[in-house]
């Protein structure tokens, strides 16, 4: 396992199992990313999660090759070949067709005629051909369990011999490998459901080589299959694959093996049979489940890189803001709150139909943004999200306020405002104001409010409703982890949700923190983190160096600098003369620290994060806040004309293209091939979600609600 782990990831047999050791005392892949660099020589974040799944699968391997080696030990007359097929498995894969022979299932044909007797008689028929049967059928009948007729002794020792070839790991592997590299996938509608399945149209006649279909048409083919309304095969042109014609690779499993340099005309008929009864129908459904789970990974990753980017998007940061969650006939629901998210006002206005209460409106909400001097104005994005984007700006000129009006994604919040963490925040707030709250903190701060949500309900995927729950979940939640720890969490502000990301953190310490810090009114250095119900030692090494405190007692405290280095942080400051509070922001200090520093290379990469630290404690690692500015003069799709030139918000990233909102509540679709001028091989390599993009209509088809667009530079 290390030599194989050390030649994937280019890195040495004595990092591995360094890294092993550390994930096995139960460190986690964001505390061994930050703070063992020295261990793993500086991997990111994303290789070590990558190292530590690919760990686990190759334990589980070694587990179930163990089970299965113990298992045919039990068996008689085992062939000294299988243990060591077993032990050069490379995968769960190979290691279960290899097993799957010696399975205890209901009796085959093939096993009816061995219990009969007939394996000697299917031998001898093997190595001798028909035109010797008649003589060994004679000889040999005696040995069988009842009376058997030549012709049904003749056809059981056929099935015998048709079964163990299908059973031949190596005819397996072989004709598998011709099938990836030479198989057509073919794709065909369903008698009598034409009209049902009029949205797979495309796909009623389809083949496509299977080494050449994408990910996102997989899942595609797999969705309609699953609805019952597409048939998917596998298909090779010229039927049984030549590679199989060699007489070594087509011994029946557990024969003795019959060398020759082409097999005999009998041989092939039986491989042929082999093929087409029980070789092809195997393949093709292990192949078909390879090719699912290969599309359901790339789909995860897809939604994995979507929702990084929108976790670690730009927020606006500590201003008082006021959001709008837009309606029609039940009006605009508005929630206003602090600099840190705290919940100051709330209420319904209804300046649109039917009501068209709009003066009422505008009274209401310029009152409540010059009482409580909100700096911006958000609405969701949503049904009337435009025409609210409209009344709100008329009203900020017309009152003259200092307020600043953006429309922003509600992806969600609905979600949110149902949730029983919403509701244990807000008890007594409708559940159409806890979802105004939550468009508001998502402005602020996109990480600490998207936390609160299951990520499966963002809306960032590509088929994400295709692939495994669980597999997803799983997925998802390494990457909110991964971003909670790389942007860092307030200790004195951070909600029960964000609290639970912390590395070394579970949710029931997440609470114990927050019930401390109410008793304590907050936290005032990272030593009372080990006040906290249940965490110990290791928790708190794992944890610590993630939570911040801001003008706390110990100026470290507010950096990503981990208690275990505050000694040398001091041997530092002491060596250029300087106390740490005067070091930190301070170039010409750090100057000479990083002069001094460079003679002490055993801890290289953890003083170069020193210095970056106390260059600027607790960087925010998120780019800076831009937004949309749609054009007020298009509010629908039936607005939109080819040739425009438009600025929008890019809010999915698939395989094929890009996703972006107009503001027209349709979001138009860059193909890959309009993303730039030059072949594209992944569209993120262009575009991020939540970018905001300059386009140009290329194409609008109000009827099937689809805008074409080109992205511009």
Known sequence: MLMALAKEYSISEITVKNIIDLFEEGATVPFVARYRKEVTGAMLDEQLRSFHTRWQYLVELEKRRVAIIELLKELPDIPQSIFASINQAKSKTELEDIYAPFKKTRKSKADLATDLGLLPFSIALWQDGEAQSQKHFL??????????????????????????????????????????????????VLRGKKEAAEKFQDYFDYQEPVRKCPPHRLLALFRGKKEGLLKLSIELEGGLPYALHNAIYVTPLGFPEVKERTPSREKLVWLEKAWHEKILAKL?????????????????????????????????????????????????????????????????????PPQNKSMEAEAILAKTIQRLKIDWLVIGNGTASRETETFAKQMIKQHQLNCRCVIVSEAGASVYSASPVAIEEFPDLDVTIRGAVSIARRFQDPLAELVKIDPQAIGVGQYQHDVKTNRLSDALAAVVEDCVNAVGVDLNLASVSLLTYVSGLTQRLAQNIVALREELGGFSNRKQLKKVKGIGDKAFEQCAGFLRIRGGDEPLDASAVHPESYGLVKEMAHSVKQNISHLIGNPAALAMLKSAALANAENNFTIQDILQELAKPGRDPRPEFKYASFDEAISSIQDLQE???????????????????????QDGLIHISQLADRFVKDPRDEVRVGEVVKVKVMEVDVKRKRIGLKRLK
Request: hydrophobic share 50%; net charge negative; aromatic share 8%.
């Open 284 to 352: 093709e459904t292990d192949l078909l489940s390879e090719l699912k789970d290969f599309a359901e990974f790339s789909a995860i990753e897809v939604f994995q890189a979507n929702l990084k980017d929108l976790l670690m998007a730009a927020p606006a940061g500590a201003k008082r803001t006021l959001a709008l969650d837009p309606g029609f006939r039940n009006g605009v629901k508005w929630a206003a709150v602090d600099e840190y998210g705290q919940l100051l006002d709330n209420g319904v206005i209804y300046p649109h």
């Open 139 to 188: 000889a040999l009948k005696t040995g069988f369990s009842e009376p058997v007729s030549y012709d049904a002794a003749l056809a059981g020792a056929a099935d015998i011999i048709i079964e163990r070839l299908a059973q031949n790991i190596i005819t397996l592997q072989q004709a598998k490998l011709c099938l990836q590299q030479e198989g057509i996938l073919v794709s065909r």
């Open 643 to 665: 040739g425009m030139t438009l600025e929008g918000v890019v809010t999915n990233v698939a395989a094929f293209g890009a996703f972006v909102d107009l503001g027209v509540h």
